[in-house]
């Protein structure tokens, strides 16, 4: 049985926070995901944008994005670590809603969503499927529990651009050490 996604409105003029490398020639490019892959789109797939809905969680996530570097974000030296991008997206933005219990239930996941119930995250393979659906019913992508915050609290998006001349606008670039330890 196909349940109906929950879809909620973005927002408008929200700042999202996106973390990236500093060398990156342009953060904001949602291709880099697209032929990667990520947790709500599959490698060669469609452009997604991932982004954090605030600088809290933006923190949280810093040490998914660092894995497997040798060292914690505490030891980063201040001209080295990552930065933190502010942005905004387009108006009026239809994306699917799993962060709610609602919105968790009608896309068919856990009620522990984003983590199984032993506590395990749940895997890319099943949010994909979820992603690909958002995208085939035409919403601009998923706002969902983060799994780095404590009770899931923290939201992240998974933004999907309706076409090349939808961009996000950069607003701000935070160094490291402003946003990290600031």
């Not at 009620?111 to 919403?139: F, N, Y």
């Amino acid at each position: 049985m196909t349940r109906d996604l929950i879809v909620e409105r973005l927002p408008d003029d929200h700042s999202w926070w996106r973390i990236a490398d500093p060398t990156w020639s342009d953060p904001l490019d949602p291709r880099f995901a697209q032929r990667r892959g990520g947790r709500w789109n599959p490698p060669d797939s469609f452009p997604t944008l991932y982004l954090n809905e605030d600088r809290v969680t933006a923190r949280l996530n810093l040490r998914t994005f660092i894995d497997g570097w040798p060292y914690e974000p505490e030891e980063l030296r201040e001209d080295n670590g990552p930065i933190l991008v502010e942005c905004t997206l387009p108006g009026r933005q239809l994306v699917c809603d799993m962060h709610t219990r609602e919105g968790v239930r009608a896309a068919g996941m856990p009620a522990s969503c984003p983590l199984e119930s032993d506590g395990a995250v749940i895997g890319h393979d099943r949010r994909q499927v979820i992603g690909k659906r958002v995208k085939t019913e035409g919403l601009r992508g998923v706002r969902a529990r983060s799994a780095q915050s404590g009770a899931a609290r923290g939201r992240e998006l998974a933004w999907f651009p309706a076409s090349v001349r939808s961009v996000a606008r950069r607003v701000a670039t935070l160094p490291f050490p402003v946003w990290f330890r600031g």
